[in-house]
């Protein structure tokens, strides 16, 4: 059965998620994917070409979703609440591979970059709806950030309901609801 060009991005990030950067092969995704060589060079130019639509495949997931924020303080940060707690789906194991990556290559940094930065405006953009103070709003949201950010690049990895109880406990000390 032919493999689409979303077959092998999706298997490269699993790969990238499982064994990191150095097990991002064309014979392994090959392999994985029960094809050959040829395969690969029908959708991709060379070992550069996959990389680089690898990383703008996964940097797409997150770049895609920020067009709509919300203006309503309860709407905000339950929109932040369901990505907290959709942060460590399946969606994220390539992170830190990725995040490893980008310390020794340009082209994954600037993705990297691009894809915090829009991860660091939702958050601000939640607490200045929440709280309204521009200091207070960025304070917070380089707080968020930083520990989410730092839980997934964290060795030994920080369990994924460890870090909801940190997310839950920022909240309490902030007085953001339950």
Known sequence: MPKSKQDWLDEGLKVLGESGVN???????AERLNLTKGSFYHHFEDVQDFQEQLIA??????L?????LPDDPIESLKLLDMIMNEVFSPITEPEVAIRMWAHENAMVRSFVSQVDAVRHEFVL???RVIIGDETQARLMADMLFTMT???ITSLPR?????VLDLYTEFKRLYGLGD
Do not use: K, M
């Not at 991002?24 to 995704?29: R, S």
């Not at 895609?64 to 709509?68: A, E, L, M, R």
């Not at 920080?158 to 460890?162: S, V």
């Open 125 to 127: 953009h939640v607490f």
């Open 57 to 62: 495949h996964w940097a797409e997931q997150y």
């Open 23 to 29: 097990s991002l092969t064309i014979d392994a995704l």
């Open 64 to 68: 895609s979703t920020s067009t709509h």
């Open 149 to 151: 950010i730092g839980s």
């Open 158 to 162: 920080i369990p994924p309901e460890r």
